[in-house]
């Protein structure tokens, strides 16, 4: 075979090559590839799914391909595209062997669309410095010589990019992030922290909420406050998951309806959601039910604060300094007052 109708045919390998893997990417983004892709779908490339990434790369490489059809340099630019997405594949081939460990076949499938068209790139580069070589032309054998090393720069390259940018994303643990910023109030970026562990059948924790609503506005404008169901009593599994849904989705009211729940909680150990309806109404919003796992995450949230603080009665007021990790805990009626949570921010903001 002639080179020139060979260099046709891995242009056309090339391209077809190409074509299929954008294919692929789009029968990945679908998921409606095997139970084996499911955990490749929580890996990314700086940040973007591997079948967004995959698809931003195939589609502007069609249109480069389409224009090289009658320049060279664009040819030339496209091999070494090919070549770092070839070290790139690698990288992800081995993310799958080493840290996955499961093989998903749309995946491997993509990698082999890569390395077949970045093979037909270097079996192009091969035809052409025998080329050189037979012709004797020494700037030509330069050329050639320079455009090899830096194709395989290039495949380096990809594979490094691959290797710092390749990141595993647990939608479980974002999940859980979301849900610990939507329950909290105040100052979400400062590094102080007040977490009021409260029980809603606790007789002492109905003396403290009547103090509450007056001094955690100087809370807020100072630290990040959460309120904290630490279920003592069981009745407070039972309005909890109203009380999270006022905290995530009316906190401009919250403070009114959570004394609301407070004085419904004296003598309804189990509320319907028709009389909490009725409670939010009264304040002028309409209520609205969570879904099952974001109660549940809130739960799971709750339970791993007061493991952490090793919280064991209520009220328990918590102030922490995230940075310095230094603390202090306020117990009971008596302790839990204005001045002292004011007091223990101002000691642990000042802390160096």
């Given at each position: 075979m002639r080179p020139t109708t060979a260099r046709n045919w891995l242009y056309g390998i090339s391209v077809l090559a190409t074509v299929a893997g954008l294919i692929l990417s789009a029968v990945s983004w679908l998921r409606v590839c095997t139970e084996a892709c499911s955990e490749v779908h929580n890996w990314q490339l700086w940040g973007l799914p591997f079948e967004t990434a995959g698809a931003l790369f195939f589609i502007p490489l069609l249109i480069l391909l389409g224009m090289a059809w009658h320049n060279k340099w664009i040819m030339?630019?496209?091999?070494?595209?090919?070549?770092?997405?070839?070290g790139a594949e690698l990288k992800f081939v081995l993310v799958q062997k080493y840290q996955i460990g499961a093989w998903c076949p749309v995946c491997l499938t993509i990698a082999s669309c890569i390395f077949i068209a970045a093979g037909a790139f270097v079996i192009r580069y091969i035809l052409e410095w025998k080329e050189n070589m037979t012709q004797g032309s020494k700037p030509d054998f330069i050329k050639s010589i320079t455009k090899g090393f830096t194709g395989l720069s290039m495949f380096l390259l990809g594979f490094l990019i691959a290797a710092v940018?390749?990141?595993?994303f647990d939608p479980l643990a974002a999940a859980e992030n979301t849900i610990r910023d939507s329950v909290a109030f105040g100052q979400k970026d400062s590094p102080i922290e007040v977490y009021i562990?409260?029980?809603?059948a606790c007789p002492a924790c109905r003396e403290v909420e009547k103090d509450l609503e007056k001094f955690a506005p100087q809370i807020m404008a100072k630290a990040r406050l959460t309120f904290v169901?630490?279920?003592?009593?069981?009745?407070?599994?039972?309005?909890?998951?109203?009380?999270?849904?006022?905290?995530?989705?009316d906190k401009p009211q919250y403070f009114k309806l959570r004394e609301a729940l407070t004085h419904w909680a004296l003598t309804h150990p189990t509320p319907t959601d028709e009389q909490v309806e009725k409670i939010a109404k009264e304040q002028g919003i309409k209520y609205e039910q969570l879904n099952?796992?974001?109660?549940?995450?809130?739960q799971k949230y709750f339970k791993q604060l007061a493991t952490q603080f090793s919280v064991k009665q209520t009220p328990t007021v918590v102030i922490i300094n995230t940075k310095t990790k230094k603390g202090k805990k306020?117990?009971?009626?008596?302790?839990?007052?204005?001045?002292?949570?004011?007091?223990?921010i101002d000691s642990l903001k000042d802390t160096k």
């Open positions: 030339t630019l496209c091999g070494f595209l090919f070549a770092a997405a070839a940018g390749t990141t595993h562990f409260t029980d809603w169901d630490h279920a003592v009593h069981t009745e407070t599994l039972n309005y909890s998951p109203y009380n999270v849904s006022f905290m995530i989705k099952f796992a974001d109660i549940a995450l809130s306020l117990i009971g009626v008596d302790e839990i007052t204005e001045s002292n949570v004011m007091k223990a």
